[in-house]
């Protein structure tokens, strides 16, 4: 299937986006108003403007909705100012926020990044919200019941675990076992990206990069990607290597998709959730590994081009896709 035909499927998927679903402010700072406090005489930070948008699993989903697929997410967020930003900022998108799990005991997920008004650079330390304490007992156990009781219905189910600490993200033990369920007990197509935990899921397709595979061989004791694809028993592993490609391993001979290459990327960040989110949606629809990190490294090849976590449209991607 070429381009088009790939992406005239998408419309007919249904994409359930699971996990720590979190809010990006980016925040615009004049460094001439940087006046001490008259209180503590430390230089204050005069933010002048503010830009919101859904991160890390919520800017998996952006990608999907970008795509043209009907996409949800699942996850917790707080009852705070942040949760009512980020529960807007997915509605401007398209995408279905219902299956929140909503709860006081929590904050919001929220990075606030600081961008200089003068260079257009972020240059100041990142503000972080984050949660370290493990997921109260009820929420837990709510997302679980949500996710086994939706999670069948949909095409693909994309999992972000983007938390970093021991504690505090939504993809815990539980969640990760009814994943595993799901996907081997219905026709869904479980594609999961982990930062700190792959060795940890069991029977579903994982995306991580260069890196955090070998960290996972070494978490998991095991000598080669392929020896952890066996641990975790993944159908597919996906290993990501930036401007390079990715690497697939299925238990045959593993195979190396080139990327796209590009010239001076903009900004990085969120490549691999456009990757992700390109690449198990063509998955879904060609059944195709190979073609699957083909996409999906299209995909990655657009979003690097813009600033702040950006997405691919349709037009995009088939201008892209021409012969040059």
Same mark, same amino acid.
């Given at each position: +299937?070429?381009?088009?035909?790939?992406?005239?499927?998408?419309?007919?998927?249904?994409?359930?986006?699971?996990?720590?679903?979190?809010?990006?402010?980016?925040? !615009?700072?004049?460094?001439?108003?940087?006046?001490? $406090?008259?209180?503590?005489?430390?230089?204050?930070?005069?933010?002048?403007?503010?830009? @919101?948008?859904?991160?890390?699993?919520?800017?998996?989903?952006?990608?999907?909705?970008?795509?043209?697929?009907? @996409?949800?997410?699942?996850?917790?967020?707080? /009852?705070?100012?942040?949760?009512?930003?980020?529960?807007?900022?997915?509605?401007?998108?398209?995408?279905?926020?219902?299956?929140?799990?909503?709860?006081?005991?929590?904050?919001?997920? /929220?990075?606030?990044?600081?961008?200089?008004?003068?260079?257009? #650079?972020?240059? *100041?330390?990142?503000?972080?919200?984050?949660?370290?304490?493990?997921?109260?007992?009820?929420?837990?156990?709510? *997302?679980?019941?949500?996710?086994?009781? %939706?999670?069948?219905?949909?095409? @693909?189910?994309?999992?972000?675990? #983007?938390? !970093?600490?021991?504690?505090?993200?939504?993809?815990?033990?539980?969640?990760?076992?009814?994943?595993?369920?799901?996907?081997?007990?219905?026709? @869904?197509?479980?594609?999961?990206?982990?930062?700190?935990?792959?060795?940890?899921?069991?029977?579903?397709? +994982?995306?991580?990069?260069?890196?955090?595979?070998?960290?996972?061989?070494?978490?998991?004791?095991?000598?080669?990607?392929?020896?952890?694809?066996?641990?975790?028993?993944?159908? %597919?592993?996906?290993?990501?290597?930036?401007?390079?490609?990715?690497? %697939?391993? =299925?238990?045959?001979?593993? $195979?190396?998709?080139?990327?796209?290459?590009?010239?001076?990327?903009?900004?990085?960040?969120?490549?691999?959730?456009?990757?992700?989110?390109?690449?198990?949606? /063509?998955?879904?629809?060609?059944?195709?590994?190979?073609?699957?990190?083909?996409?999906?490294?299209?995909?990655?090849?657009? /979003?690097?081009?813009?600033?702040? =976590?950006?997405?691919?449209?349709?037009?995009? *991607? *088939?201008?892209?896709? !021409?012969?040059?």
């Amino acid at each position: +299937m070429n381009v088009a035909a790939i992406l005239a499927d998408f419309p007919k998927l249904r994409v359930l986006v699971v996990g720590d679903v979190c809010l990006d402010r980016w925040c !615009e700072y004049d460094p001439q108003l940087a006046d001490p $406090s008259r209180e503590t005489d430390i230089p204050r930070i005069g933010v002048v403007a503010t830009e @919101v948008t859904p991160g890390a699993a919520g800017t998996v989903a952006s990608n999907v909705a970008a795509l043209g697929a009907k @996409v949800a997410v699942l996850g917790v967020i707080g /009852t705070d100012g942040f949760g009512f930003e980020l529960k807007g900022a997915l509605a401007a998108r398209g995408i279905d926020g219902s299956q929140l799990v909503e709860s006081s005991a929590i904050a919001t997920f /929220t990075y606030t990044k600081l961008i200089n008004n003068q260079t257009g #650079q972020e240059d *100041l330390p990142r503000v972080d919200f984050v949660n370290t304490r493990s997921l109260p007992p009820d929420l837990e156990a709510d *997302l679980v019941r949500r996710l086994e009781a %939706i999670g069948p219905s949909y095409n @693909v189910i994309l999992v972000s675990d #983007q938390a !970093e600490t021991d504690a505090g993200g939504v993809v815990t033990a539980p969640v990760r076992s009814a994943l595993s369920r799901i996907a081997a007990t219905h026709p @869904v197509w479980v594609w999961v990206d982990s930062r700190m935990r792959s060795e940890l899921f069991r029977g579903v397709i +994982m995306k991580i990069n260069r890196f955090e595979a070998e960290a996972a061989c070494k978490r998991a004791g095991c000598e080669d990607f392929e020896g952890l694809r066996k641990i975790m028993k993944a159908p %597919i592993l996906v290993v990501t290597r930036g401007g390079l490609g990715a690497q %697939i391993f =299925t238990g045959d001979v593993p $195979s190396f998709v080139k990327a796209r290459q590009v010239e001076n990327p903009v900004d990085i960040c969120g490549a691999g959730d456009s990757f992700s989110a390109g690449a198990a949606l /063509t998955l879904a629809t060609t059944r195709g590994p190979i073609a699957a990190a083909r996409f999906g490294n299209l995909v990655a090849s657009i /979003t690097i081009m813009k600033k702040g =976590t950006g997405t691919a449209s349709p037009a995009e *991607l *088939l201008a892209a896709s !021409e012969p040059s």
